[in-house]
């Protein structure tokens, strides 16, 4: 009854109408905005798939820089120098063969899955519909690489340090010997873990441009700032000696102290 003289009255008629359309453009949008997803899923996987294909066919090459922080360990290293690795299971080459490659297959098309995923959330937003805004997406993603990179570098340079540590903790009848998916897979969480850590200043720049935070908020609260980077840097380096995390806490600081001046730069 009340739809019916709804449509009777021209108001309500006009209501009516503006409302079916209202829906229908809402449901357009909604498909619109599911259908730029799969595009945006398809080309991301794309990149992943064509990394992984470089990441086979160098697989060996990968596979002698990733075991190269053993090279330096007692019993490991006389291993390793002949180009092998141990493995206790028929089927454990294989699997290790799988992970590396899509480890370092995301690696390789990470700057595309990256721009993929922020011109989605971007999309439709003043500043990312720009050419500003393209601008801004290729700065985001060259320096979340170089970050994440960075932290890779870091993890490196931190493994076989931590791996001696382990050893002269054992004792000196303790020979290490890895197998290579326990070695590969203590190595590529580190990694990780290492390079996430190396992206907190782009966190910290995200909360300044929203206007959470400003470059005086973080030159005040540095020491704060110091300690807890600190102590990530413990929970993150896998020793128990005090010397490893400091080494890593010092490049972080760095990275906060860039953070604050590139506020600065922009009178934030």
Known sequence: MMVGMAMESPLGEGTWAQGIAGALLNHRSLLERLGDLRTRMFWALLALAIG?????????????????????LPG?????????????????????????????????????ILW??????????????????TRYTLVLVAVSVVLFAAGTAAAFAFVAPALRVFLYLGGPHVVLVPRASEYLSFLMILIVAFGLTFEYPLLLLGLVFAGVLTSDTLRKRR???????????????????P????FLAIPLAFLYEATIFTARLFKR
């Open 223 to 241: 020491r704060l700032a110091w300690f807890l980077l600190i102590v990530i840097s413990a929970v993150v380096t896998p020793t128990v000696d």
């Open 116 to 133: 993929q995923m922020w011109r989605f959330l971007t999309e439709g937003v003043a500043l990312g519909s720009t050419r500003r805004g």
């Open 52 to 72: 992984s294909v470089v990441a086979w066919f160098l697989f060996p090459a990968i596979l002698a820089v990733l075991a190269h922080p053993l090279t330096s």
């Open 76 to 112: 490991a290293g006389a291993v390793v120098a002949r180009g092998k690795l141990i493995f206790t299971a028929p089927q454990e080459a294989f699997f290790v063969r799988i992970k590396i490659v899509a480890f370092t297959g995301a690696a390789i098309a990470s700057p595309v």
């Open 243 to 246: 010397i490893t995390p400091l």
